[in-house]
């Protein structure tokens, strides 16, 4: 797998805006196992879509919660993104990023079978974000967020996913693979690892940039 | 990838189009997912860009009315959120109650699954004959669904599970009949509603209400469009009326939230301040 060259970036920092995330079948042990390793001095906001059950009723947040350092939201409609906060899909409604940096919520149809849908969150990040965007696919049994990569690559963001050889579900990730939108194969403790050069990076460089 | 800022312009100058052209005000509707409509719409339509829909838009009227009914979502069903309609029987009831007449403004009712629910609460609560419920919409199409109040019949379990879990002391199956695949629900239930096409976006406040109900509206509202229907509400609501909202929308995201105190959180319900 082609692999972002790391002076690439030295030379044309990018300054990521935010994180975007998606697993579905298994992804609750991805992403309390790659999010655990963030610590609260993380400075980006991270936005996930696990899909969920319709009646979930913000069990996947209030779990997620008790295995990480950054606070957990389940956003409302029109609340404000804040770095450092890490921000779950409510079951049932779509989640969707906002130009001037608020969060929407939408009960729109199911895409993928799925509301809230990674495609959807995804392609709202690209707009709204453009190359400012880490986006991340887990463990899932289905195709959705494989769209949504190949509009955030498109838009020239950085893409990663969870090595299918180490997921508990293959299909989601080798999906974002086979479309041909993925910069960086990682595995659980690489992800949380380049997450957090990223972020912290991404801090220094802000210092740097007002100082 | 296309210039993003050339897009917005186009969709711009799309809804802009549907504005003059037909009245249709989707210029203030919550941009991601007005942008996102667009261009599905778009792709499905085969238009290479969204500058080659406003031609069409301005001499198809298919096309259009086909582009206005996919930016006007109608999803809903019967006893949505049934933790909401258990808050409405235990803590919005008992003070509609002490009004002698009750007036309910049920705003975006979409295809009317949840103004059958409220009349059943209503009824089982004992007050629905002393209550009018103004259900509206700008969606005339759902409105005559509502007002037809025929619904598939594959809802009914899903229906019935909400029902039950919402606090209904009957059987869901006395509120309607069904036939073939379709159930119908027990005219008794829309006697005392009046369905009506009302614009959040462009129509005034109508009459004086106890409860507003406008569940996953708001979302498809920007900031602005969003006040100016909570401002609407404001204006109808006696002292003490009440406000339900849909559980993840908030009123400390709008300009109105000193105006209201929380009633019930996870249903989202509000109660007017008397204002001095």
Redesign the interface.
């Known amino acids: 797998m082609r692999k972002k060259e790391a002076h690439q970036s030295a030379v044309c920092p990018i300054l990521h805006k935010a994180v975007v995330m998606g697993g579905s079948a298994g992804g609750f042990k991805a992403f309390s196992t790659i999010l655990s390793s963030i610590s609260p001095d993380f400075r980006l906001p991270i936005l996930i879509v696990q899909h969920l059950r319709p009646d979930d009723d913000g069990l996947f947040a209030r779990h997620l919660a008790g295995t990480v350092r950054v606070p957990v939201i389940e956003p409302c409609d029109k609340q404000w993104i804040k770095a450092g906060h890490l921000y779950v899909a409510p079951a049932n409604y779509h989640m969707l990023v906002e130009q001037n940096g608020t969060i929407a919520l939408s009960v729109e149809e199911k895409v993928n079978w799925s509301r809230p849908s990674i495609d959807v969150l995804f392609e709202s990040a690209a707009l709204a974000l453009g190359e400012r965007i880490i986006a991340v696919i887990l463990s899932g049994a289905n195709a959705d967020g494989a769209a949504g990569m190949l509009t955030i690559k498109e838009a020239g963001g950085l893409t990663i996913v969870q090595d299918p050889a180490t997921a508990e579900y293959p299909v989601m990730p080798q999906a974002a693979i086979d479309s041909g939108a993925v910069d960086e194969v990682l595995s659980m403790e690489e992800i949380g690892r380049r997450l957090i050069e990223l972020g912290s990076r991404n801090l220094d460089e802000l210092h740097s940039v007002t100082l | 990838?296309k210039n993003?800022e050339g897009e917005h312009t186009e969709i711009d100058l799309l809804l802009e189009t549907i504005y003059q052209r037909y009245g249709y005000d989707f210029r203030s509707y919550?941009?991601?997912?007005i942008?996102?409509?667009t261009m599905l719409f778009r792709s499905n339509a085969g238009c290479a860009s969204v500058s080659e829909m406003i031609p069409r838009i301005i001499d198809d009227e298919d096309f259009a009315s086909h582009l206005i009914r996919y930016f006007s979502?109608a999803?809903t069903e019967s006893f949505r959120d049934p933790l909401v309609y258990r808050a409405v029987r235990e803590k919005v009831i008992p003070l509609l109650r002490t009004w002698p007449h009750c007036k309910i403004w049920h705003a975006g009712c979409a295809t009317g699954e949840e103004v059958y629910s409220l009349a059943i609460v209503l009824k089982e609560e004992g007050i629905y004959d002393r209550t009018t419920i103004y259900a509206t919409d700008f969606n005339n199409e759902a409105l005559d669904r509502a007002r037809a109040g025929i619904y598939e019949i594959g809802k009914l379990k899903e229906a019935t599970r909400n029902y039950q879990q919402a606090g209904g002391k009957r059987s869901f199956s006395e509120y309607y009949h069904a036939r073939y695949q379709a159930a119908a629900m027990d005219k008794a239930l829309n006697e005392r509603v009046v369905f009506s096409s009302h614009n959040l976006a462009s129509d005034s406040a109508f009459g004086e209400m106890h409860l507003v109900f406008c569940r996953?509206v708001?979302?498809?509202f920007n900031?602005d469009l969003?006040n100016r229907a909570l401002g609407l509400f404001t204006e109808s609501l006696v002292h003490g009326g009440f406000l339900c909202l849909?559980t993840?929308?908030?009123l400390?995201?709008?300009d109105f939230s000193d105006r209201y105190e929380l009633v019930d959180k996870n249903a989202r319900i509000y109660k007017k301040k008397n204002w001095p």
């Open positions: 990838m993003p919550a941009r991601a997912s942008v996102r409509r979502i999803v996953n708001l979302i498809y900031h969003q849909g993840k929308e908030d400390q995201f709008s």
